[in-house]
């Protein structure tokens, strides 16, 4: 039974959280919000299979590489695809028009492109109903501290505001993998799919790259473009239309009948084979090498010096290709330099980094013994292997996900850059950011400052992010402290938005002529340091063609970032050889005729 004293004390404490009840009640009534209910998320009507062949998926936002190739996935998987157009500012203005304030500059962009898509449906006399029912939009969502895990609240709001009420938004989740709102069937994600998805995005970031590694030094303005957009058409065509791979008409006629009855050994074999046809394939090798063959026959000069220009920054802003951040890759190029682009697959390694730490720091508080002694092997084994169970799959994840696009890189010449990996940026950033900071690029922006600049891989770092973005905010904070450490370092932050491109671009050109300074310098000091002027490395050039080819490998040499000044060393040191072979023949041939 209760005593009196803990009767009295309960009876004390219902007062007093009535009184705080009917206070609460006051103030909310005093402030208008009495009437208002709480916030649920609305229940979006589902995508079902029925729907697939009248329902087109739209996505937008990535280069136009990247679109491409996972364009013609979906077309190869059975979906009705479309991406919609590269966003301008006039979208921006829709946004802003549609949308709440307050908005950062992907969501404005994104929300009004596809509005205005929309709009250009009905113009062409779809009605609003028939566009509600025929176009789902694909596109990313998340939570964190910033503005992202609101984008898809802004994108309802919007769309209803301009009319589209209803129109269904499927998300990728970026922390939970790809499910749509309504946690829809429509959208079925089979072993072909998902090994095409991680073809699309290894082979558009391994493309993309290869655009800007190779144009700033072609000799026939406009070839690289052309033989890009060939060879972009040659792969999408493969993604396309290659034959889906299947046990029961792989297998040999003997095998048949096991496989029938053995449901679950025809299923882990079918996956398997599936696997190993999507990336191994012949079909899809052979497409590789014939991209690889046209882009080599690119001719390009890399006695040309142009300042290396690193692109990081936030995810949207850094790999856009357009208004949405001031055209900034044409104009570095129409300025004369060279840009290093980001590929996605380096967020992809990002975020299951960043989720195998996170399980490892919160591990102690989880673990299923607390602190065991050093002789209590048992417990010790036990939380060892509960570790790895939460982190083993994550290590695997990240071991495949780097080797099939290193794979990727190798089939398509191997001159592309290779994956920094994640430990070493961790590593680098930890003294100034650390790791489970979250939020944006996290760390990445500052691992990757600091990473480029101190193994000379580029002249500058350009990072790109939308205005007021507050991820990036934090990390441009620490970027002081980074410059202040590293005096070579050229660190430039750019705020994205609407309007401002005028005042941007004037800003990089003052920290471009400091690259080019640089990168002036380090080409001058290797002509001195091997003795060579720039007629002697070209005449050397003109007998050996082959160092015209786009994807001949030039050997990196450590303490230089600039093509120019690589390429340079690397010809004196063919020179070189080159004389002592003929040096060495001229002693034989002396040799013999004395003999």
Same mark, same amino acid.
Request: with cysteine.
């Given at each position: ?5 803990e ?6 404490e219902?007062?007093i959280? &009535?009184?705080i ?6 103030? #909310? ?5 009495a009437?208002m209910?709480e +916030?649920?998320r609305p229940?979006?009507?589902? +995508?079902t ?10 996505f937008?936002?990535?280069?136009w ?9 979906f ?5 009705? $695809?479309e991406?919609?157009?590269t966003?301008? /500012?006039?979208?921006f203005?829709?946004g ?7 908005q950062?500059?992907p969501?404005?962009?994104?929300v009004?492109?596809?509005v205005r898509?929309?709009q ?22 998340? $939570?964190?501290?910033c503005?992202f895990g609101m984008y898809?609240?802004?994108? *309802?709001y ?6 589209f009420d ?5 998300l990728?989740?970026?922390?939970d ?10 959208l079925?994600?089979?072993?072909d799919?998902?090994? =095409?998805?991680?073809?699309?995005l290894?082979?558009?970031d391994?493309?993309?790259?290869l ?6 030094f ?6 690289t ?6 060879s972009?058409k040659?792969?999408t065509? %493969?993604?396309?239309g290659?034959?889906r ?5 792989a ?8 496989l029938?009855k053995?449901?679950k ?7 398997l084979?599936k ?15 014939a991209c690889r063959?046209?882009i080599n026959?690119i ?7 142009k300042?290396v220009i690193k ?6 802003a850094?790999?856009?290709?357009g ?5 900034m890759?044409a104009?570095?190029?129409k300025?004369g330099?060279? /840009?290093l682009?980001e ?5 992809i390694a ?9 399980a490892k720091a ?5 673990a299923?013994y607390?602190?065991p002694?050093w002789y ?27 080797y099939?696009?290193h794979?990727?890189?190798k089939?398509? =010449? ?17 003294p100034?950011?650390?790791?489970l900071?979250? =939020?944006g ?5 500052v691992g ?24 990036? %905010?934090q !990390? ?5 402290? /980074?410059?202040?450490?590293?005096k070579d370092?050229i ?15 004037s *800003? ?7 690259? *080019?300074?640089k990168? #002036?310098?380090?080409?001058? %000091? ?5 003795? *060579?002027s720039?007629?002697?490395l070209r005449?050397?050039?003109e007998?050996?063609p ?9 050997p990196?040499?450590?303490g230089? &970032?600039?093509t120019a000044?690589?390429?340079a060393?690397?010809? !004196?040191?063919?020179?070189?050889a !080159? ?6 023949e001229r ?5 013999? &005729?004395?003999?």
């Open positions: 039974m209760p005593t009196t004293v009767v009295t004390q309960t009876d004390f219902m007062e959280q &009535a009184r009840d009917a206070e609460r009640a006051r103030l #909310r009534a005093e402030a208008g919000l009437r209910k +916030f649920n229940v979006e009507r589902s +995508f299979a029925e729907e697939r062949d009248r329902v087109t998926i739209l937008g936002g990535l280069t590489k990247h679109e491409e190739m996972i364009k013609a996935v077309h190869g998987s059975g979906y009705h $695809c991406n919609i157009p966003p301008v /500012v006039a979208d203005q829709a802003k028009e549609y949308g709440n304030n307050g950062c500059n969501t404005y962009f994104t009004g492109n596809l898509y929309l250009s449906l009905e113009h062409q006399g779809m009605t609003k109903k028939e566009i509600i029912d025929n176009y789902v939009f694909f596109t990313a969502g998340s $939570c964190g501290p503005r898809e609240a802004e994108y *309802r919007a769309l209803q505001n301009a009319g209803g129109f269904r938004v499927l990728f989740q970026q922390t993998g790809i499910k749509a709102a309504s946690g829809e069937p429509g079925k994600f089979s072993v799919f998902g090994m =095409g998805m991680l073809n699309a290894n082979l558009g391994v493309i993309n790259e655009v800007y590694q190779v144009r700033p072609e000799v026939n303005k406009g070839e473009d052309r033989v890009i957009q060939e972009v040659t792969l065509d %493969t993604l396309r290659r034959k791979w299947h046990i029961k008409e297998a040999p006629k003997w095998a048949l009948p096991y029938e053995h449901e050994v025809a299923g882990i074999s079918c996956t084979g696997v190993a046809h999507n990336l191994y394939g012949k079909e899809y090798v052979d497409a590789l090498h063959d046209s026959s001719e390009v000069d890399r006695l040309r010096v300042p692109i990081t920054g936030e995810f949207w850094q790999t856009t290709e208004d949405g951040n001031f055209n890759f104009f570095l190029e300025e330099a060279q /840009v682009v590929p996605i697959a380096t967020w990002y975020m299951m980094y960043v989720a195998k730490e996170g919160r591990f102690d508080a989880q299923p607390r602190d002694k209590e092997l048992k417990k010790r084994t036990v939380n060892e292997l509960t570790l790895l169970k939460k982190t083993g799959g994550l290590n695997a994840g990240i071991g495949m996900w780097t099939f696009y794979r990727t890189i089939h398509m =010449g191997g001159t592309v850059h290779h994956l920094v990996p994640q430990k070493e940026l961790a590593r680098l950033a930890h100034f950011y650390h790791q900071a979250r =939020g690029e996290g760390h990445m922006e990757k400052n600091v990473f480029y600049t101190v193994n000379h891989l580029c002249h500058m770092v350009l990072a790109l992010k939308p205005f007021g973005c507050m991820p990036s %905010t !990390s441009d904070a620490v970027q002081s402290r /980074v410059v202040s450490k590293y370092m660190f430039l932050p750019i705020e994205t938005s609407g309007e401002g491109e005028v005042n941007a671009h *800003r990089v050109q003052m920290a471009l002529a400091e690259a *080019r300074a990168a #002036r310098a380090e080409f001058e %000091t290797v002509l001195e340091k091997r003795g *060579r720039i007629d002697d005449d050397y050039v007998h050996h082959e160092l015209k080819k786009a994807l001949y490998k030039v990196h040499r450590g230089l &970032a600039g000044a690589q390429f060393w690397h010809v !004196s040191d063919l020179m070189d !080159s004389g002592g072979a003929r040096h060495r002693v034989a041939q002396s040799t013999a &005729a004395a003999a």
